[in-house]
């Protein structure tokens, strides 16, 4: 995996509200980029300025809180990168301009696609 998208280390936001999908979605991305965790959109840290994230990953139960939080940022960061985690059997509906993974999937299956969104400068584009 390439360790170089610009001079810093992307800034991921995992919207998961599972605690311990949450920490394995964390301790793995953690890895590669540096991330955010929260189980709703309420407990976005005010620390964590929306503008300077880079990605999202949300589940298909936060993903129209995702999809908000998309909008605002994507007014100031147009390569903002999304990704929405369905489940095949929830019947959840991806949402617009978010890149869908469906579970389960292997971890590095996404560090992989956010890498590689993060690197073409992609952003939202349904082509990956």
Same mark, same amino acid.
């Given at each position: 995996?390439?360790?170089?998208? *610009? %001079?810093?280390?992307?800034i991921v936001l995992v919207m998961e509200a ?20 929260? *189980? ?10 929306a503008e300077h994230l880079d990605a999202i ?17 994507? %007014? ?7 990704? %929405? ?17 469906? +579970?389960?999937? %292997? ?11 993060? +690197?073409?400068?992609?952003?939202? +584009?349904?082509?990956?």
């Amino acid at each position: 995996m390439d360790e170089g998208v *610009g %001079q810093r280390r992307p800034i991921v936001l995992v919207m998961e509200a599972d605690p311990l999908l949450r920490w394995s979605l964390t301790t793995y991305l953690g890895r590669f980029f540096t991330v955010f965790a929260i *189980g709703s959109l309420e407990e976005l840290d005010h620390t964590v300025h929306a503008e300077h994230l880079d990605a999202i990953v949300a589940s298909d139960d936060l993903a129209s809180d995702a999809e908000t939080l998309f909008v605002r940022i994507r %007014q100031t960061n147009l390569a903002i990168v999304a990704v %929405q985690m369905v489940a095949a059997t929830s019947g959840a509906d991806v949402v617009p301009n978010f890149v869908p993974i469906e +579970k389960p999937f %292997q971890l590095d299956i996404l560090a992989d696609l956010l890498w590689s969104a993060l +690197k073409e400068g992609c952003g939202t +584009k349904n082509n990956h």
